[in-house]
């Protein structure tokens, strides 16, 4: 994605469901709001991701993260050497759904949504897709790590019936330099634990 934030030159991580504008998580506030009945988009397709893939999984990761190593339960992951599934608006890649398989838990590390796509399901799709995986290879847990600021994704896993399982206080700022500000302006300082039982 190469726009930047409607109101900074941030990169941008969200978009606005009404006026359709780019933010970044600065610019990003949570409001309460009602259901909108927006124009039917055709629906997005979700599939396990393939070699073909690989660089598109690159793109999100470092767009969303800097690069392709995410940090989850006190473990580095390359996610571009991960399972995952794809959303795909016709043949483009618009997000993605990493994971890694610990004993009896899947763990999903990474789940992103480019900002022009989000509000059409995919969040929604990869989750569920994931969690049929899981099925199929017989786990009995899926496991997730949130950071404090992420609202909108905290409510989403426990919309799927997710629960909190920790908090690793300090987690996440004791991996920066300096604290970074997240989601509508709060400080991201912790890693939450959530789980669901399958």
């Excluded at 309460?32 to 927006?38: L, Q």
């Excluded at 991701?49 to 470092?62: Q, R, S």
């Excluded at 398989?101 to 995919?122: K, S, T, Y």
């Excluded at 992420?150 to 700022?173: E, H, K, N, S, W």
Aim: one cysteine or more.
């Amino acid at each position: 994605m190469d726009s930047s934030c409607a109101y900074c030159d941030a990169k941008p991580l969200y978009r606005d469901r009404e006026s359709g504008a780019y933010l970044c998580p600065v610019h990003a506030w949570l409001e309460v709001s009602g259901p909108r009945r927006e124009m039917p988009r055709p629906p997005l397709t979700i599939r396990p991701a393939d070699e073909t893939d690989h660089p598109a999984i690159v793109k999100l990761a470092t767009h969303f993260w800097g690069g392709t190593e995410i940090e989850r339960f006190g473990e580095k992951h390359q996610v571009d050497q991960l399972p995952a599934y794809v959303a795909c608006d016709g043949d483009e890649i618009v997000g993605a759904a990493s994971y890694a398989r610990d004993d009896d838990v899947i763990r999903l590390i990474m789940l992103n949504i480019l900002p022009q796509w989000q509000g059409r399901g995919a969040a929604r799709g990869l989750i569920a897709a994931v969690i049929q995986e899981a099925q199929a290879q017989e786990i009995a847990r899926l496991s997730l790590a949130a950071s404090n600021d992420d609202l909108p994704a905290l409510g989403l896993y426990q919309r799927f019936g997710f629960r909190i399982t920790g908090v690793m206080v300090g987690r996440l700022a004791s991996q920066k330099d300096t604290i970074e500000i997240g989601f509508d302006g709060i400080p991201i300082r912790d890693e939450i634990h959530l789980e669901l039982e399958l």
